[in-house]
């Protein structure tokens, strides 16, 4: 069902993330502590991955170091061919929680990264591709709201345009979803795909969640356990897109790459 693609499988026009002999170590009192070693990956344009693995395998790691938020030891990690040496606005980042600032509305605080990354545009027009990303995620009659009168799936969801509305190459989630209830869960994967489908913009996102992995995903990624972890197993999800969820799980397929992934994980 999956086979580990050959470094050469890809052509180099169609790779956004190039990750060669990546490696994280931390120093301490009784040496070092190797994280990840010698990881080899290629993420394709307009790809959604998925990465999962058991705690301490080091999947938000690799999240910060694609992010540039986290230094590399050794090797490294191209982005369209030049290396990444910190954070950029060519990559969003969507977090467990949404980190809103609490004393202002949904539109403000989509608008703080906007003028950032569009300081050229006028005020209305930085305005409407806020309102725009809101709308998208369903807040569109919540943008004057605090956002310390929204809920938690309502601030996931203005993290969620946040991310979108700056337009980035790459999209990093870091299990966004993890903190909500089940059918909130279920909603903002809906959400987000409706949006990434029309963005279609690389995304790689960890979660520890199999369901999750297989019904947003192409590809998911399996790590070993860490330290000195690696990928030990890549699964290609052939649904095809877009993916409505009474769909997959009729589908199949599903529950054999369900299955594959619980014997990785349970090995």
């Not at 540039?68 to 030049?82: A, K, P, V």
């Not at 966004?176 to 963005?199: C, H, I, N, Y």
Request: glycine share 8%; aromatic share 8%.
């Amino acid at each position: 069902m999956s086979v580990l693609p050959a470094p050469s499988a890809l052509s180099l026009r169609d790779v956004v993330l190039d990750f060669r002999d990546l490696t994280k170590v931390y120093p301490t009192p009784t040496g070092e502590y190797v994280v990840l070693e010698n990881l080899q990956l290629q993420i394709k344009k307009e790809e959604f991955v998925s990465i999962i693995g058991h705690s301490g395998c080091g999947k938000t790691t690799l999240l910060t170091m694609i992010a540039g938020l986290n230094d590399i030891s050794r090797g490294q990690i191209l982005l369209n061919e030049f290396p990444i040496t910190g954070p950029g606005p060519d990559r969003g980042v969507i977090f467990q929680s949404p980190s809103l600032l609490p004393w202002m509305t949904a539109l403000e605080n989509v608008l703080l990264g906007v003028e950032q990354v569009f300081p050229q545009a006028s005020r209305a027009q930085q305005r409407d591709i806020c309102r725009y990303y809101l709308d998208k995620v369903g807040l569109g009659n919540a943008l004057d709201r605090r956002a310390t009168e929204l809920s938690q799936g309502m601030q996931q969801r203005v993290g969620i345009a946040r991310a979108f509305a700056l337009k980035p190459k790459i999209l990093l989630l870091d299990e966004p979803f993890g903190m909500l209830d089940s059918l909130t869960r279920a909603e903002l994967q809906d959400v987000l795909l409706e949006v990434w489908d029309k963005e279609k913009i690389t995304a790689i996102q960890i979660t520890h969640d199999v369901d999750e992995a297989i019904f947003l995903a192409d590809r998911v990624i399996m790590m070993t356990s860490g330290p000195r972890a690696q990928i030990g197993d890549i699964l290609d999800i052939d649904f095809a897109r877009p993916r409505v969820r009474k769909d997959i799980l009729n589908h199949p397929d599903y529950y054999g790459y369900r299955e594959h992934l619980i014997g990785f994980l349970e090995h």
